[in-house]
């Protein structure tokens, strides 16, 4: 089960250690990822998430590895999936249990197309 605290988004990070501890502008670190400034908005503000191109440039650039920013996005995606389907939580418990009951059946493929 996910935590309840939200985890920081990437871009979060990248403003508040990297941006304003180096005094640097947004517009020169996006011209030194070679990324759009609209895109590197878009990443701070938490509205595009990091793919395995960015966390590359990331690490050239930051000095950092792609592997702390895919993680940091991954650990922010999971927590997110987890907390926007946690109404549906029941529904999928029972559809698990109504699942378990059937499992002698021949053709599992059947039941599960069935239930779902």
């Not at 250690?17 to 400034?37: D, E, F, M, P």
């Amino acid at each position: 089960m996910a935590k309840k605290r939200k985890p920081t988004l990437p871009g979060t990070i990248i403003e508040e250690h990297y941006i304003k501890s180096l005094n640097i502008s947004k517009c020169v670190l996006a011209k030194a990822l070679g990324i759009s400034r609209n895109t590197l908005y878009k990443i701070l503000n938490g509205r595009a998430g990091i793919t395995a191109d960015t966390a590359v440039r990331l690490s050239k650039v930051l000095k950092t590895t792609p592997e702390l920013w895919l993680n940091l996005q991954q650990k922010f995606d999971v927590w997110e999936a987890e907390f926007s389907i946690k109404k549906d939580w029941r529904a999928l418990e029972f559809k698990k249990v109504r699942l378990e009951k059937k499992k002698c059946l021949k053709s599992p493929g059947k039941a599960i197309s069935r239930i779902l």
